[in-house]
């Protein structure tokens, strides 16, 4: 099916936030900490713009809670005594100039007095063990876990071998197409409204409600048409909203307030660095006896969304392997960088990395090819997951390995890069990962959620679906409309999505988390039943029907009864049960699987590596849209080889220095290799049409698959990304 919103797109008519315009409109900007963490000690106003012309807002000027509400709540909008880090706001300007505004960023000075920065995870640690340099309330440490199964002392003491290794991910910017922009309207009499990029309207909903000590109907957030977000505009979208509405209830006037790339690239949030240690115990003959892993992430300065990070990081860190004893101890730790947030697969890609890694080496170790020893430890139905979650859906990683391993040509690869080798200048590797990711959001995360959608018929056949979830061009539009064309027998093009509108739409919770197809639109089917049913059973409608009987239906039900609406409400999988103090029990309702296969090419002159070749194989239930779902695989896979080769985030100071897409290094269409996607489907019972969520899982297995090549092509142990020329120049000259 064609894309709902394509043709908008591409004929110019689809209209993004800064294509607004409202009538007196002035434009807003944000005035950031010149220094690092310290106290704010005066503001100064340089002479050389007309500051009577501009409308000024510190942090004395907040009408409600100076917090942006979220989970802890400890992140200020404007910082008021205390700065935190390096790109905190502290004055918001605006005026009807747009460039004079910038130029008036400029002459505003901000007194800093310096007091001490945590520059480290080790530091971090090192405070929250001895007291030292302790710069948040509870010894550095936002969120903690802990996950126990079985007896992991006992299952060292029956090892027959033990293998540690230290692995470590860098941050990542997410550098969507659109950078964030909002656009507010505020005052005391109506309320605030805000337009704007974003993921979760009801995210920003939930923060400007303490920040303007308002009634929620008096809050409305519309999302207008946003490109891209990769988990980037899911929080932090809160804030600018919050920066806009500010100066728009002190002006009077609409203000609008779009960042440059720069801005965004250096202020807005990015993926959590993470160390991470292993301990595994296995038997002569390659079986796992005992597993554990101490799982730590950078959180920077305030604790966003570190815990649910966190989270799927440590339940993710065991991966697909039946271990009888798994002991995992997770940290989110504070630093005085600028926070970091969600971003696509949210700590899974981070404790994968560490634990394929971790696979190869104990395979080893053992003498075993890669491939035997995860075979046999893997996965299978009535096997227990780390978290003791019995696997009850059919689960077949032995083949999904056999035909990626096929697919790929592993073995000749193989075979052919260890005789070429030694010989060639160009050293060329395979290598492999296998990993799992958990659809939705994690334990009773979705029973808290109450997710809701509604449906509504038009006289004129139309159905029109109304949630939260919205579309950042991954496909949510189109993939609904097919949900509900094949739930109502109607055609395709009946369907309409209605703007995410928090005046207008119900809560179907944050679009994140790979649960908008399993989860939402789960819901958006069980609507489009229940609108069908009232249509049948009110006896203007016989089994069978075509979409113009379906129209006339419509029409007939709403002259003669009233408005033609139903909801679907969430209610979770029946035998599902979690526990959030032992964090034991089904943390998710379905998993993807997935085999990623990379062949590289490592040049021991100029110390690059390239993919040449990338085999993505995986199995998320029914595939819905083909076309959408390989878009989606593929672009995961472009991201991820980003992480894994290109995307260095360079600190100096407690800044990010490479805030700039010239010295940012992604990886572009040149520089990536064929990506070819492969599906199983395995129809999950409790998703629409059997789907399972696809959009996080690429980003998860293609970072350990190329440096497990890479490691095959130099016989050098890489345990670190990004795996930039500089640091295999390092390891190579070492050797």
Known sequence: ????????????????????????????????????????????????????????????????????????????????????????????????????????????????????????????????????????????????????????????????????????????????????????????????????????????????????????????????????????????????????????????????????????????????????????????????????????????????????????????????????????????????????????????????????????????????????????????????????????????????????????????????????????????????????HGAGFTGSGEVALSSVVTVEATREGKVRILAASTEIGQGTNTIFSQIAADALGVDYSLIELAQPDTSTVPNSGPTVASRTVMVVGKLVEAACVGLKHKLIFSGLLEPGYSSVEFAHAAAAYIDRIGPLRASGEYKPPPNVSWNDETYQGDAYGAYAWAVYVAIVTVDPVTYEVRVDDFVAMQEVGKVIHPVLAMGQIEGGVAQAIGFALYERVAWNNGRMANGQMTNYIMPTSADLPPIRVFFAENPYAYGPSGAKGIGELPMDGVAPAILNAIEHATGVAFNHIPLVPELVMESLLAR
């Open 1 to 436: 099916m064609p894309r709902k919103e394509g043709a908008r797109k591409v004929t110019g008519q689809a209209q993004y936030v800064d294509d607004l315009k409202f009538p007196g409109m002035i434009y807003g900007a944000t005035v950031r900490n010149p220094a690092r963490r310290g106290n704010i000690r005066g503001i100064a106003f340089l002479p050389g713009v007309p500051w009577d012309e501009f409308t000024i807002v510190t942090a004395k000027d907040i009408p409600g809670k100076n917090y942006v509400a979220l989970i802890l709540n400890d992140q200020p909008f404007l910082a008021g005594e205390i700065t935190a880090h390096g790109e905190e706001a502290i004055v918001l300007i605006a005026h009807p100039d747009r460039y004079l505004v910038e130029e008036a960023r400029r002459r505003v000075r901000i007194d800093v007095e310096a007091l001490p920065c945590v520059d480290s995870l080790e530091d971090s640690l090192a405070g929250s063990l001895n007291g030292t340099e302790i710069i948040w309330g509870d010894n550095n440490i936002f969120k903690s876990y802990f996950m126990n199964k079985g007896d992991v002392d006992r299952g060292f003491a029956e090892a027959d071998l033990i293998i540690e290794g230290d692995y470590e991910t860098g941050a990542q910017e997410q550098l969507y197409i659109e950078s964030n922009g909002m656009i507010a309207v505020a005052n005391p009499h109506d309320g605030v409204t805000v337009w704007g990029s974003m993921q979760c309207p009801y995210y920003v909903h939930k923060a400007l409600i303490p920040l303007f000590g308002l009634t929620p109907e008096k809050i409305r957030v519309i999302q207008m048409e946003t490109g891209g977000g990769f988990g980037g505009k899911e929080e932090y979208p809160s804030m600018i909203a919050g920066h806009a509405a500010l100066l728009a209830w002190k002006s009077g006037r609409p203000v609008k307030l779009i960042y440059d790339r720069a801005e965004d690239m250096t202020a807005t949030t990015k993926r959590h660095p993470s160390r991470t240690k292993h301990r595994t115990g296995v038997t002569r003959d390659g079986k796992l006896v005992a597993m554990e892993i101490d799982f730590d992430i950078d959180g920077g300065a305030y604790a966003t969304l570190s815990a649910v990070v966190l989270s799927r990081g440590t339940i993710h860190a065991a991966g697909p392997y039946s271990c009888p004893n798994v002991r995992i101890r997770s940290r989110a730790l504070a630093t005085t960088y600028p926070p970091h947030g969600a971003f696509r697969g949210f700590g899974a890609p981070q404790s994968i990395f560490a634990l394929e890694r971790q696979m190869n080496k104990v395979a080893a170790a053992l003498g075993l090819p890669p491939e035997e020893f995860r075979r046999r430890n893997f996965l299978h139905g009535g096997d227990t997951t780390a978290t003791g979650q019995v696997i009850r859906e059919k689960v077949d990683l032995d083949d999904l390995l056999f035909r990626a391993l096929e697919l790929s040509h592993y073995h000749h690869h193989r075979d052919t890069f260890d005789r070429a080798n030694p010989a060639s200048r160009l050293k060329r590797g395979i290598g492999f990962a296998t990993f799992m």
